[in-house]
């Protein structure tokens, strides 16, 4: 170092994708001063594990969204530019987007995963995920839609699948939202329809393992899965579905196929790479795993080019302790953070120590009153568990005013049993179009 | 009567559209015990007077939205239909709608009015409206994108583009929007950007009449022109709109045409009645004045149709005492309650009095901490006017959460001066399109 002290300023660092990972590494080196660019197609962050919350009409996506650039205002040395990355060069170091291009010396790459429909993307259209506020708003749309013609159909056939819903893939998401629908159709709808009564809705929640929530420990999900029946939820395991179109599902379970009329399905059963996590995969030849996750070193960054870190979902590791990462928010804040100290560390000469994830557990909610988690010295479930859930919620979202309006939400929900933002947007049918067709038909 | 009673349920009563005007038809009918089915194509009840702080991210959607099922669930004879209404028999008394046909004894038309762009349609693509939540999000995107691309830009000409805003039309949603630009420019957003400084953008508020405001007394005019200005705003009055492009808009003031380069302009200059208003005068040969409004009876009816009525911004009244009934949600709100009396009065074989709108003044809001009023006994302007705007709004919202959820989006506004809801949605670019896009270019 000669005796001169490292300019951060000097030293650019680009980020790619602004969720838990890139947010927490930009704050981290905003702090220390580096010139760091942050690069986001969205404007905004996005608390993604209360999504299933906006798609079933208890928060409206304000509420779990917040605008990068206020989150990251207090540091001046950090840009934030909102535009859609595509294409990087290793060799120059360079990363291309839709506006221009970015020179760095490091680059932090955490554009996180989308949907997998393990190859079967014919089934998107009929049975949507849930990653993003727009993906929530279509599951929302779906979902009231469904009520409303069936509260205008005089077919039973036609109102008994309007009435079913099914869910696949019984992991967090799948166990959140099977049971969030099935409170809407057991207490928040019940006297809403003329017509229908909402009571009689079929929720069905298929997971092919032997048993929901897998990734958690057995007694948590014979819980989950009691809890979810005492919400109305139909919970199939061991079922595999074999094709998915307009008019419902098909799937095996136990040897016997079952054809199942329900005009909403929703799609809660695997994630892959996303596109930019392909592109840097195939630029820098570093190995894949099945999902298209990238396999990086122990500290998160890339074989061959140390100067490229991949962090949060869209990275594979085994962590010092031997244990694989988990793509989950907590895993993704830890990595931010490390990556910023890595980097801080080298520009200091130092060596950075390896990864290590420090596990605080994971939970599951299930309708209002009724979790499950699974921390690190305790097992809860039911009321207990709701209560920690909300608290551990409301304490890690990011802002003070989002944690006040959530909670107006859930406090007057609760008080109530009437669920927050129900509005169904989008375009509704257009009346000239209707008298045009109606008219042409005659 | 012949000594029977007569039988409210027996009655059918369908209204069409619930806003303000529809919805309390539906209340004060409902507890009645009248047989009533309200119609509408969207879900929810849209609290109009404050699209333009959703479309300015200070509120979401949800915040002034309410599904229409929930204001109506305690009336067990009011049965609400999601769908669109797209024409009627008159001499069957039938309505029809995208799902089959409605029969009625009496109908209560409150479809209210769309933009109106005087036959230039072709404008419309340029200079979005806010007349729903689909308006309010484009105008918001249109905003907040145009300052995203100016941090992005390097050309001081496009950057200025970007930064210059128009609003067409100084009534009380002209002026609310160009305050709150202002406002988001001068204040909100000032610390957000790296390269540019929002402080120099440009807001032009572009009036044909002589003054902003041109329906309020003079004086609140002229406060209104003087709050504008101290928030950034340029007022332009007398000021005719030749053109609308991509690039902009040309004005004719005093004789000089100028040419503005502004890349977000936005219109609040005219309505029109809306599609379903224009089916019914065909179907009735009743008249309609220049904006297409039909022109009701002194109890609201249709002339010919004593079963058909017409309420809100829809209806073109001169009231018991000879002044026009202006577009406004509380003239909507008395029409839908005095037409539920009128059939009451009607069935009970009583005459009904003409209508009488009882005017309680009217306000606009300009940024934080100014609004004018013109009350019935008090004109206010400033700091006063904006505390009473608030309340008066805070006490009209329909819903107790909603009360609340706007007072904690207030009021952390208010001490913070961060705005709450500024997410940018729709599908951002997508990077496979640009890898393709590039590809083929290189």
Known sequence: MDGLKPDPGAHRVVIVGGGFGGLHAARRLGQRGYAVTLIDKRNFQLFQPLLYQVATGSLAPGDIAIPTRSLLRRYPSVRVLQATAYDLDAGQRKLRHEHGELDYDSLIVATGVKHNYFGKDGWRAHAPGLKTVEH?????????NAFELAELSTDPAERA???SFVVVGAGPTGVEL?????ELAHKTLV????????????????EGASRVLPVYPEPLSAAARRHLEQLGVTVLTGALVQAIDADGVRYQQAGVVTELRARTV?????????LFGEVLAERTGVAVDRSGRLQVGADC????????????DLARLADAAGRDVPGLAPAAIQQGEYVAGVIAARHA??????????????MAVIGMNKAVGDLRHVRVTGLVGWWLWAFVHLMSLVDGAQRLRVFVQWGWKYCTRRTGDRLI???????RRLRGERLAAG
């Open 191 to 206: 006297r809403d329809f003329r017509a229908i009564d909402p009571r009689q809705t079929r929720v069905l929640l298929l």
């Open 136 to 144: 929530a708003l279509e599951m929302r749309r779906r979902i009231f």
């Open 425 to 431: 947007t989008g375009q509704p049918t257009d009346s």
């Open 266 to 274: 929703l799609w809660a059963a695997g994630v892959r790479a996303s």
């Open 301 to 312: 960054s890339l074989p061959g080019h140390p100067e490229i870190f991949v962090i949060g």
């Open 161 to 163: 699948a309007l009435m």
């Open 178 to 182: 099977a049971g969030a629908i099935g």
């Open 349 to 362: 000469g130092k060596a950075a120590r390896p990864f290590r994830y420090r596990d605080r557990g994971s």
